[in-house]
């Protein structure tokens, strides 16, 4: 869908701007509820070595585990797990978009970047998050519209601070 929608995005003097909810549960490197496969995560970590190849190979083979049974012993993150999956592809994508898209030149820059908004109070936790969704929103509006003094791109955000991957 992004690819989709990126020629249709129009220049705008400090960079059009696409900006992923993301979340911490899917960071490759966190201390907790990370994939098991350390040479898997530094090819994930490394902007050499990412490719959509990578990312859609990657996902494919938690899928298929999920589908024949085997995923709970493919070192995969432990807590939630698809939720951290789908996570990880997003901020892996994230940087790669930011990577592919950085060639451009000054005029038609678009800057791609992600961020966790927290634990909020919506559907999707039952309304048991410690924030409304007002708050949460801060973050992505401040990297939509705010944040303009220089190029930031391929980086992932909460509270308005650049975390780790
Ligand atoms: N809530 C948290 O604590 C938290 C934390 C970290 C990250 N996030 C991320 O924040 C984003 C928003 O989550 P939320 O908490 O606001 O969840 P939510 O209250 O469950 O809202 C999800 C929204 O996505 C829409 N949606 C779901 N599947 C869709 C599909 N296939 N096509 C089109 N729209 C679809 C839903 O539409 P309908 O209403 O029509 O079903 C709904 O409006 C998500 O990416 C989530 O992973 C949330």
Known sequence: MTKAMIPLMRP?????????????????????????????????????????ELIDRTVSKFINQVKDG???S???PQTFTDYP?????????????????????????????????GWVKTAMTGYAGNMPPEDAADTGVWLS???SEEAVT????????????
């Open 74 to 76: 493919g070192g995969w």
């Open 70 to 72: 085997t995923w709970e």
């Open 85 to 117: 999956m789908s996570k990880l592809a997003v901020n892996a994508y994230t940087r790669l978009m930011a990577k592919e898209l950085e060639r451009r030149g000054e005029e038609e820059k678009i800057y791609v970047n992600s961020f966790c908004p």
């Open 12 to 52: 705008s003097p400090h960079g059009a701007r696409v900006v992923n909810v993301s979340s911490r549960l899917g960071r490759v490197n966190g201390r907790r509820n990370r994939l098991a496969n350390v040479e898997l995560r530094d090819q994930l970590s490394s902007p050499d070595l990412l490719t959509e």
């Open 145 to 147: 519209l705010v944040l």
């Open 154 to 165: 391929g980086k992932f955000f909460a509270e308005r601070r650049e975390i780790n991957f």
